[in-house]
T-cell receptor, first 117, second 111 residues
Framework: EAGVVQSPRYKIIEKKQPVAFWCNPI?????LYWYLQNLGQGPELLIR????????DSQLPKDRFSAERLKGVDSTLKIQPAELGDSAVYLC???????????????FGPGTRLTVL | GENVEQHPSTLSVQEGDSAVIKCTYS??????FPWYKQELGKGPQLIID???NVGEKKDQRIAVTLNKTAKHFSLHITETQPEDSAVYFC??????????WGAGTKLIIKP
């Protein structure tokens, strides 16, 4: 069974340019997460989807970041315009539905390493 | 706010010895505590988790202990092997189904 797929794996852009990341979760997983991971730190949640609904986007910098999951499967995360401080690894994860009060294992993709020059 | 502290940041042990990584959490309502292993260039992978209704859980060479009173939980790896070298993250459940992550421990297994 395929794991969480992310593309691209690496992206180098100049500041003020737009960038987009794509994620395909594990088949059947209703919950999708986007995380940001800075070097030497743990993942920080940006947004969580239950199917196509963004149920937690409190940590998403909405002035420049946007995300969508139109059909409740694939998702894209966009930054426009990118800033130097956005250089990080962007991780996508998925899990089976967590409604009902139970935490389930999150499966992570390999991440997209973004470098903003 | 909700916080998880993880120690040490780097741990170097001789192959075959044991390794212990410790975490402290702040939210007394936390009830789920996973441990993830992250290898270079990969995303984190769950290796073991524990829920608040148990104090210890084992899976072969890996064990996790939980002290809810002290708000501590620890990862124990016995008979360490070279493939155990990685960054390990602890996490604790927070509000709104979030996981609050520690800063990570780089485990180095010396041959």
């Amino acid at each position: 069974e395929a794991g969480v797929v992310q593309s691209p794996r690496y992206k180098i852009i100049e500041k003020k340019q737009p960038v987009a990341f794509w994620c395909n979760p594990i088949s059947g997983h209703n919950t999708l997460y986007w995380y940001l991971q800075n070097l030497g730190q743990g993942p920080e949640l940006l947004i969580r989807y239950e199917n196509e609904e963004a149920v937690d986007d409190s940590q998403l910098p909405k002035d420049r970041f946007s995300a969508e999951r139109l059909k409740g499967v694939d998702s894209t995360l966009k930054i426009q315009p990118a800033e130097l401080g956005d250089s990080a690894v962007y991780l996508c994860a998925s899990s089976s539905n967590i409604r009902g009060g139970s935490y389930n294992e999150q499966f992570f993709g390999p991440g997209t390493r973004l470098t903003v020059l | 706010g909700e916080n998880v502290e993880q120690h040490p940041s780097t741990l170097s042990v001789q192959e075959g010895d044991s390794a212990v990584i410790k975490c402290t959490y702040s939210d007394s309502a936390s009830n789920y505590f996973p441990w993830y292993k992250q290898e270079l260039g990969k995303g984190p992978q769950l290796i073991i988790d524990i829920r608040s209704n148990v104090g210890e859980k084992k899976d072969q060479r890996i064990a996790v202990t939980l002290n809810k009173t002290a708000k501590h939980f620890s990862l124990h790896i016995t008979e360490t092997q070279p493939e155990d070298s990685a960054v390990y993250f602890c996490a604790a459940s927070g509000s709104n189904y979030q996981l609050i992550w520690g800063a990570g421990t780089k485990l180095i297994i010396k041959p």
